[in-house]
């Protein structure tokens, strides 16, 4: 089996900096991505991380440590608009479904002015 | 231009009811996935498909059958709806499954009601 925890809320302000942890478990690992979800609207893909560091995409940084079966998403310079959910997902390559991601429960993030 | 499209949006049937979902491609993906999204809960996997006819269960799969007939489309039946199936369904694609960080690309949504 495999599971995945990541915080429910997170709140920080408009031009801050906030990080999104994630922890798995999982009996066979093939990396970590991560989707934003706006309220109402379909998840989107953000990043993929399947080697250990750091990849940046504009704003939005995702970090791998495979041997502490960890992630983060990093948030810079926070907008209004980057209020959304946000889910990490893995896929579990010893699953039954191992050609399918399984996602965490989201966190959702509120910037506020 | 999404590339995905979901039909019905929204849906309000009765309990004891057939429903079928439909998620239509045209990006000639191979991998198609039906997931659940409820408060609480994120997104839970309930069937996905690998290839025409080639299909397997999630792990919230129970009540709902699924099939692949062509590439471009993937059904999702709820043989006798349930109040406990009221949710919203996203059907996604991917062109891998993940090796080469293949995203999913996910369709709108549907919202179904069992009342």
């Known amino acids: 089996g495999q599971s995945l925890e990541q915080p429910s809320e997170v709140t920080a302000v408009e031009g801050a900096i906030v990080q999104i942890n994630c922890t798995y478990q999982t009996s066979g690992f093939y990396g970590l991505s991560w989707y934003q979800q706006h309220d109402g609207g379909a998840p989107t893909f953000l990043s993929y991380?399947?080697?250990?560091g750091l990849e940046e995409t504009g704003r939005f940084s995702s970090f791998l440590s495979r041997s502490d079966s960890y992630g983060y998403l990093l948030l810079q310079e926070l907008q209004m608009k980057d209020s959304a959910s946000y889910f990490c997902a893995v896929r579990d390559l010893k699953s039954n479904s191992g050609y399918a991601l399984n996602f965490g429960k989201g966190t959702s993030l509120l910037v506020t002015p | 231009d999404a590339g995905i499209t979901q039909s019905p949006r929204h849906k309000v049937t009765e309990t004891g009811t057939p429903v079928t979902l439909r998620c239509h491609q045209t990006e000639n993906h191979r991998y198609m996935y039906w997931y659940r999204q409820d408060p609480g809960h994120g997104l839970r996997l309930i069937h996905y498909s690998y290839g025409v006819k080639d299909t397997d269960k999630g792990e919230v799969s129970d009540g709902y059958s699924v099939s692949r007939s062509k590439t471009e489309d993937f059904l999702l039946t709820l043989e006798s709806a349930t109040s406990s199936q009221t949710s919203v369904y996203f059907c996604?694609?991917?062109?891998?499954?993940?090796?080469?960080?293949?995203?999913?690309?996910f369709g709108s949504g549907t919202r179904l009601t069992v009342v």
């Open positions: 996604a694609i991917s062109a891998g499954t993940g090796e080469l960080g293949y995203g999913y690309t």
């Open positions: 991380n399947a080697l250990d």
